[in-house]
């Protein structure tokens, strides 16, 4: 006898676990006509999108023949996640003209997609419709404030964070200390450090403050602190601290922060060499180089990673090497050097007074150019 089906919440639970099995359970649910029930085909949709599946997800959405306010969400949410926030927009106005009211998770995605396209007068729309529908969560602010910060409307995001009646969680807070780096008001960054007790992310955007303004004494006492809060395991705030010790002319620091790093990426090690490209440490930047070729787990070269050693070697009149490395790049790595690339190579023979295969170099490049 053929085995029975299993039964629908059973299917639904593993479709939720195995979305790139989501044309499978597709044919399944086809055959069962389970699709003409909103909550499958919702089920499936939400599947497509985390399956890399966009179109497949808003072909769905086309062939749904009842569709809700969760269908709806789950459409726009996949639109946002693949970055398209003109089909979100076309969506949420779709969904208005269908009957159906925004709900708070429609509101938050549509902020997003606004903050992710820097569309702050679109933004403000949404911001109106949250006043109206009396959405004020803490989560809300927080997709709010990301938008302003993220557009350098920096007053109304302090604005909105200071006059907000609710209590604040660490992501509001770390949404405005982000805001204030990324635009550029270190000050402020520094005061809201000092007013509140540090989390991972906070003590990243305090680095990446100290790295733009240079402020080595207030690095030192961030590193202090990420010591004490035992974070000197992330490899997002090592790579943060070598960056700044490198910035401020303390190689040996950086040197020692990444020495004991337990989980190095390829940032990791592109930061340390272009530390030492800084300072015209040539030589212990191509070492390095070398050992990252060699370390294990594997660690494979980005173009960023070149453009260091190629900058290196340029400080450090190391033409041979630095031709070495620009073929490494293309024969070893299959990387296409970029005009930065070859900017720094031309860079570098003009150093070292070979000029005519500099100029050689540079009419090749503009003859493939035309």
Not at 37 to 43: E, G, L, N, Y
Not at 151 to 174: H, Q, S, T
Request: with cysteine.
């Amino acid at each position: 006898m053929p085995r029975a089906p299993p039964p629908l919440s059973a299917l639904l639970r593993r479709l939720s676990s195995h979305p790139s099995h989501s044309y499978a359970f597709h044919a399944t649910l086809l055959k069962s006509s389970s699709l003409s029930s909103p909550i499958p085909a919702t089920a499936l949709l939400t599947a497509y999108a985390k399956a890399g599946l966009p179109g497949d997800a808003s072909r769905l959405f086309d062939e749904m023949p009842a569709r809700d306010a969760v269908a709806w969400n789950a459409l726009i949410t996949c639109q946002v996640r693949h970055g398209r926030p003109a089909a979100a927009a076309e969506s949420f106005r779709g969904m208005a003209a269908a009957g159906f009211a925004p709900t708070a998770a429609t509101l938050c995605t549509m902020l997003k997609a606004c903050t992710s396209s820097r569309a702050v007068r679109p933004g403000r729309q949404v911001h109106a419709l949250t006043v109206l529908a009396c959405h004020d969560d803490v989560i809300m602010k927080t997709a709010l404030v990301d938008l302003y910060m993220s557009c350098g409307c920096v007053e109304e995001a302090e604005r909105l964070f200071i006059y907000m009646e609710r209590p604040k969680d660490v992501a509001l807070c770390n949404a405005v200390l982000s805001g204030y780096v990324e635009n550029d008001h270190f000050r402020e960054a520094f005061l809201m450090l000092g007013g509140n007790e540090p989390n991972g992310i906070a003590l990243t955007c305090a680095l990446s403050a100290c790295s733009a303004t240079a402020n080595l004494a207030y690095g030192l006492q961030v590193h202090c602190k990420v010591l004490r809060c035992g974070f000197d395991s992330e490899t997002i705030l090592c790579n943060a601290l070598i960056d700044i010790y490198a910035k401020c002319g303390r190689t040996a620091g950086a040197r020692v922060v990444f020495d004991r790093m337990s989980g190095k990426n390829v940032l990791s090690w592109s930061c340390m060499i272009d530390g030492y490209s800084r300072h015209g440490h040539g030589k212990e930047a191509l070492d390095l180089f070398e050992r990252m070729e060699k370390a294990v787990p594997i660690v494979w070269p980005n173009p960023f990673t070149f453009l260091a050693i190629l900058s290196a070697c340029g400080h450090s009149g190391l033409v041979d090497e630095g031709r070495a490395k620009l073929h490494l790049m293309k024969s070893k790595y299959a990387i296409d050097p970029g005009p930065e690339h070859y900017a720094c190579f031309i860079d570098m023979l003009g150093r070292a007074g070979q000029i005519d295969e500099a100029w050689d170099l540079y009419c090749s490049l503009c003859a493939n150019l035309t």
